[in-house]
């Protein structure tokens, strides 16, 4: 089971009324409909804060990429400075895109939030976390997760060229799908481990993603567990996005349209 680390606390401010929780929308050059319905969202949503809870790219390959002219990159984070200077913004690493940092935040004014990170709204505590360090019946994904959160593999990755990182991480997403479609069940967020985490921090619900399998879960007497739905608005055949809107009310599943 995973230690649950100290839990930094994001305390919202009394004037906030509603939070609004997207994750996993996978963003690249080849999904621009889910990119436009993305910025559309950010510029239109009610709430008070948004938080991404990871994986908002498909790969963050270092945020040298941001000084690389007309990279996609740079040009999400245009879009995502526009939103962040509307109302504050969050976001919480993923495991496609660990290797955000400083200068992205720099760049978009977004603050970065630690995993997992207690949301303190309208007497309520949300544990919100991207989900990825609970899916432990994923024992090879979870030794790839330790080795690239080491600071020494992030220094190695990081000194070579942007331009072999772009190939590697290519090559490292293309085996990622394979072994996807290859599998028969999907590894899914740990149930007594997800309780502990809850139980630890002292919150009512526990908010993630990662699994791409919205719903919620009882885990316990007055204890859930709320699974966010990725993004996916090319996909003409299933297209899916979902806003979660935290409040004093509790959990409330919106399409991007209507929050």
């Known amino acids: 089971m995973p230690a649950m680390l100290p839990t930094a606390e994001l305390v919202a401010p009394d004037a906030w009324r509603a939070v609004d929780c997207i994750s996993d929308l996978h963003l690249d050059a080849a999904h621009p409909v889910t990119l436009r319905a993305l910025q559309t969202y950010l510029e239109t949503t009610r709430a008070d804060a948004v938080v991404i809870l990871g994986d908002l790219f498909e790969v963050w390959v270092g945020d040298d990429a941001l000084r690389e002219p007309g990279s996609f990159e740079s040009r999400v984070c245009v879009m995502l400075r526009d939103a962040a200077a509307r109302r504050p913004t969050f976001f919480m690493h993923g495991n496609r895109d660990f290797l955000v940092a400083d200068g992205f935040a720099r ?49 190695q990755w990081l000194a070579q060229p942007l331009a072999a990182r772009r190939t ?35 919150a ?12 919620d879960h ?18 003409d055949a299933a297209p899916r996005a979902e806003v979660l809107r935290l409040s004093a009310q509790g959990a409330q599943r919106l399409a991007p349209e209507a929050a």
């Open 107 to 155: 760049a978009t004014g977004i603050t970065l939030l630690t995993d997992p990170c207690v949301l303190a709204l309208g007497g309520l505590r949300w544990l919100l976390s991207h989900g990825d360090a609970l899916c432990l019946e994923d024992r090879p994904y979870q030794q790839f997760r330790r080795m690239v959160r080491a600071s020494d593999w992030q220094t």
């Open 168 to 202: 590697q991480a290519r090559g490292i997403r293309s085996e990622s799908e394979s072994r996807k479609r290859a599998a028969v069940t999907w590894a899914d967020a740990d149930h007594d481990a997800a309780l502990a985490w809850l139980r630890a921090a002292h």
């Open 204 to 215: 009512q619900a526990l908010v993630h993603g990662h699994t791409h399998r919205p719903a």
């Open 218 to 235: 009882v885990l316990a007497p007055g204890l859930i567990r709320h699974v966010l739905t990725d993004w996916d608005v090319d996909d």
